[in-house]
T-cell receptor
């Protein structure tokens, strides 16, 4: 699976959009981009995933660049409960490996 | 949303003792995963289990670890002789669909293992 690079930490004001970037320059054509988050010590929670097209669900939007070498997770209206570590993972199938992720802190 | 259940939520054990961590994954699914997270560190893959066999395992998953599906619904992780460094949160995961491509995984809430 391709390697991903994320910023270590980010802050966001409550009610504003949180934009979390991820670089995956070695991604191959059949690898999907997944985003998970972990709130405190809870089990990781699935957010969204995509292959080429931008995706949106009730939690977030995923923007994947045309060359697929990077992506951005957008939380449109961040709340204090969105404070968590966010993981960007690239994989085809099989096992999912987590990196260090981005620690997002939403501030009042 | 599908649910993955882990028991116990917290277990304290003495060094050298055997522990069994239990997981009830999404029913009728063939893929199951175990991960661990040492306090303050990242989530680490341990092992995947497909159709009653180990599919992949990491370098962490040495001879002291084993996985079983003893009764068709429960999925267990056994640590034969615990060490202090086995203290961690252990998470079980199950993909939404029976396959494991283009599908999300659901994680249990974890078992906190403390080895004293």
């Amino acid at each position: 699976d391709a390697k991903t690079t994320q910023p270590t930490s980010m802050d966001c004001a409550e009610g504003r959009a949180a934009n979390l970037p991820c670089n995956h320059s070695t991604i191959s054509g059949n690898e999907y981009v997944y985003w998970y988050r972990q709130i405190h010590s809870q089990g990781p929670q699935y957010i969204i995933h995509g292959l080429k097209n931008n995706e949106t669900n009730e939690m977030a939007s995923l923007i994947i660049t045309e060359d697929r070498k990077s992506s951005t997770l957008i939380l449109p209206h961040a709340t204090l409960r969105d404070t968590a570590v966010y993981y960007c993972i690239v994989r085809v199938a099989g096992d999912m490996r987590f990196g260090a992720g981005t620690r997002l802190t939403v501030k009042p | 949303e599908p649910e993955v259940t882990q028991t116990p939520s917290h277990q304290v054990t003495q060094m050298g003792q055997e522990v069994i961590l239990r997981c009830v994954p999404i029913s009728n699914h063939l893929y199951f995963y175990w991960y661990r997270q040492i306090l303050g560190q990242k989530v680490e893959f341990l092992v995947s289990f497909y159709n009653n066999e180990i599919s992949e395992k990491s370098e962490i998953f040495d001879d002291q670890f084993s996985v079983e599906r003893p009764d068709g619904s429960n999925f267990t992780l056994k640590i034969r002789s615990t060490k202090l460094e086995d203290s961690a949160m252990y998470f079980c995961a199950s993909p939404r669909d029976r396959g494991w491509v283009n599908t999300e995984a659901f994680f249990g809430q974890g078992t906190r293992l403390t080895v004293v």
